[in-house]
T-cell receptor
Framework: DARVTQTPRHKVTEMGQEVTMRCQPI?????VFWYRQTMMQGLELLAY????????DSGMPKDRFSAEMPDATLATLKIQPSEPRDSAVYFC???????????????FGEGSRLTVL | DQQVKQNSPSLSVQEGRISILNCDYT??????FLWYKKYPAEGPTFLIS?????DKNEDGRFTVFLNKSAKHLSLHIVPSQPGDSAVYFC???????????FGTGTRLQVFP
């Protein structure tokens, strides 16, 4: 049963600490997205990749957030330094680029709940 | 700038009745629209989609309607069931970017 895997599921850290969230996309998918769920913004797009190349990270606070795909099986989202306002649930999703069969549908992981004290 | 808006944060419907969830968008470049359902402590899951060449798409109890001139789409669930209680997200994309933009979500509660 193919699924997107995210780690950690929960993270509690103190302000100023570095946080790294990891995602294993579904094998064969060529797009990977990072979203953040907040009450006010809903699912807020932070960054996305196609064929491991970053296409858009305009939703991320550049000074503290970074997203990478070191290989096709791993995507990372790093926050350094973390702040209390970063507390949220972070979702990774993978899919097929639009124009191919099943395009547009994203498969989400279960999320990483981050609490920054 | 919220390009996809769901103005009703919550909706309560009796079991067996119709649930109608609404979504508005501002970007005229959007031509592909999806609905996702999210249960607590889980990731969103795909429910139904529609492309801009259609105005209706139906899948069992779920129907999505698209009104391009009004930049509005809606999800109809009939009959509603208690298991439909979840948060529903509307999402939009354009074919040339595959960047999926989500709304703020509507929490649906179906009561017996």
């Amino acid at each position: 049963d193919a699924r997107v895997t995210q780690t950690p599921r929960h993270k509690v850290t103190e302000m100023g600490q570095e946080v790294t969230m990891r995602c294993q996309p579904i094998l064969g998918h060529n797009t990977v997205f990072w979203y953040r769920q907040t009450m006010m913004q809903g699912l807020e797009l932070l960054a996305y990749f196609r064929n491991r190349a970053p296409l858009d990270d305009s939703g991320m606070p550049k000074d503290r957030f970074s997203a990478e795909m070191p290989d096709a099986t791993l995507a990372t989202l790093k926050i350094q330094p973390s702040e209390p306002r970063d507390s949220a649930v972070y979702f990774c999703a993978s899919g097929l680029a639009l124009g191919t069969s099943g395009a547009g549908e994203l498969f989400f992981g279960e999320g990483s709940r981050l609490t920054v004290l | 700038d919220q390009q996809v808006k769901q103005n009703s944060p919550s909706l309560s419907v009796q079991e067996g009745r119709i649930s109608i969830l609404n979504c508005d968008y501002t970007n005229s470049m959007f031509d592909y629209f999806l609905w996702y359902k999210k249960y607590p402590a889980e990731g969103p899951t795909f429910l139904i989609s529609i492309s801009s060449i259609k105005d209706k798409n139906e899948d069992g109890r779920f129907t999505v309607f698209l009104n391009k001139s009004a930049k509005h789409l809606s999800l109809h669930i009939v009959p509603s069931q208690p298991g439909d209680s979840a948060v529903y997200f509307c999402a939009a994309a354009s074919w040339n970017t595959d960047k999926l933009i989500f709304g703020t979500g509507t929490r649906l509660q179906v009561f017996p």
